[in-house]
């Protein structure tokens, strides 16, 4: 299970034929440090182990496709016994041609006596100065000292061009070994909100929820949550990113989850909302009913050749014409729509890509007016909700909403490839229906 150290090649292949003269550089993510010297576990850059499969941090990658002896390059942490005694093996300067397919490479201690040679004949550089500071620094005195040579040498990289340009287009489109490695993650995803669904019942501690869920992530062998798990009873689901997970719960509210687990690296993502007591209250039922029908017309626009932004338009307009039926908004449909008028309700939009990251990286729009067209092998989540907060301001000219309705938060979300011919939901493992969420 994963991808073939073939695949990674091909990947850089892709890369290459997209570089021109250009080369292009590629930095590892530095360790994060949790608390004095106690660092998180490690999680690489993206794009990063997109073209490598390496984990480690304090490592560069390069592409020079001109370059006459050396094509793809790596900069790796040397071996060092002491080092690795405390912070586990690395992989070695030795070991990371044969391992990971470098044409050649350098202790990234050598930084400054190897890369200059790699980037001297590009036209342009490719490299992201997003991430970075101090790196960027040392990017940038290396092409300073390139252009000074300009006026000798006639060429040097004259332009620096974002390296996302290279890559978010690829990983836009999920290959065969990607699109398994995210079966995996999204069916260990769908197991743990199964048992967490079991599990949960009044006076029961949110946190003990989430424990559940996260035992199940690492038992199945996932690497742990692909984000921090949202166990939000009450009125809390009314928080959209709530994570505090303490509260406890009670009998007559819902239970909202929001938990996905990673599988070398590929993430799920999935939100139930259920009643802790096994039973909705006649609000919550209907606008859970509401939610779901939203969620399913959704659903059904996430085909290849739709724009991008067409489930989403499905799911506000059923919601809308719901919550006007409830009478919780009133007035002319599409100009509550065209003026937000919704968005005390439903304030988030109804997906996002989802891969190597769980907002997944990629474009949305092909330009300012243009939504990307669905193609086969996107991955994407369908997540409409409605929250109506104790809190709730509604928008000018609306009606006060009554309290009965109030501390009701549901979302519904569900991992979706776009196919050839339709789409297949890769998280349809979870139960969804009113009946199931009651049982
Ligand atoms: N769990 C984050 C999201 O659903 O987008
Ligand atoms: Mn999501
Ligand atoms: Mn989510």
Redesign the pocket.
């Known amino acids: 299970m994963g991808i073939s150290a073939q695949e990674y090649q091909q990947r850089r292949e892709q890369l290459m034929s997209k570089i021109g003269g250009g080369t292009a550089i590629f930095r590892s993510a530095p360790m994060a440090v949790m608390h004095n010297d106690v660092e998180y576990i490690y999680r690489q850059d993206s794009d990063f182990y997109y073209l490598t499969g390496f984990n480690e941090p304090e490592a560069v990658a390069v592409f020079a496709p001109h370059h006459n002896e050396h094509r793809f390059i790596l900069f790796v942490q040397p071996k060092d016994a002491l080092q690795e005694t405390w912070t586990g093996y690395r992989c070695g300067v030795e070991a990371a041609t044969e391992k990971y397919g470098a044409d050649v490479a350098y202790s990234i201690e050598e930084l400054d006596q190897h890369l200059l040679q790699y980037l001297a004949n590009a036209d342009r550089l490719y490299y992201n100065l997003g991430r970075d500071r101090s790196f960027n620094e040392q990017i940038l005195q290396y092409w300073q000292k390139l252009l000074a040579g300009f006026q000798r040498k006639g060429r040097v990289p004259t332009a620096l061009e974002d390296s996302r340009v290279l890559t978010h287009p690829m990983r836009l489109v999920k290959s065969p070994a990607e699109i398994e490695v995210m079966r995996k993650a999204t069916a260990l995803s769908a197991k743990a909100h199964n048992r967490a669904r079991e599990f949960a019942k009044p006076g029961l501690y949110e946190y003990q929820v989430e424990a559940e869920i996260e035992h199940t992530f690492r038992l199945d062998g996932s690497m742990g949550s692909a984000?921090p798990s949202?166990v939000a009873s009450g009125a809390n689901a009314c928080v959209l990113h709530y994570i505090d997970n303490n509260r406890q719960m009670e009998d007559n509210e819902l239970l909202l989850i929001?938990a996905?687990c990673s599988v070398d690296y590929y993430n799920g993502?999935i939100?139930r909302t259920f009643p802790v007591g096994g039973k909705f209250t006649p609000e919550q039922k209907v606008l859970y009913e509401l939610v779901l029908e939203s969620q399913l017309k959704a659903i059904d626009q996430v085909r290849v050749g739709n724009p991008y932004n067409l489930y989403h338009e499905t799911a506000v307009s059923v919601l809308v014409d719901g919550l006007i039926e409830l009478g919780l908004l009133k007035g002319d449909k599409e100009e509550i729509i065209k003026e937000g008028k919704y968005k005390p309700f439903y304030m988030h939009r109804t997906g996002?890509w989802l891969g190597l990251d769980?907002?997944d990286v990629g474009a949305y729009m092909k330009d300012q007016e243009t939504w990307q067209t669905l193609q086969p092998g996107n991955i994407l989540?369908v997540?409409p909700g409605l929250y109506i907060s104790p809190y709730i301001q509604p928008a000018e000219g609306q009606p006060e909403i009554p309290d009965r309705w109030k501390g009701i938060g549901i979302r519904i979300?569900d991992d979706i490839l776009v196919t050839e011919d339709g789409n297949d939901v890769l998280t349809a493992d979870v139960a969804k229906s009113v009946a199931a969420m009651e049982s």
Do not use: A, K, L, R
């Open positions: 984000y949202i929001d996905g993502d939100t996002h769980v907002h989540t997540e979300e």
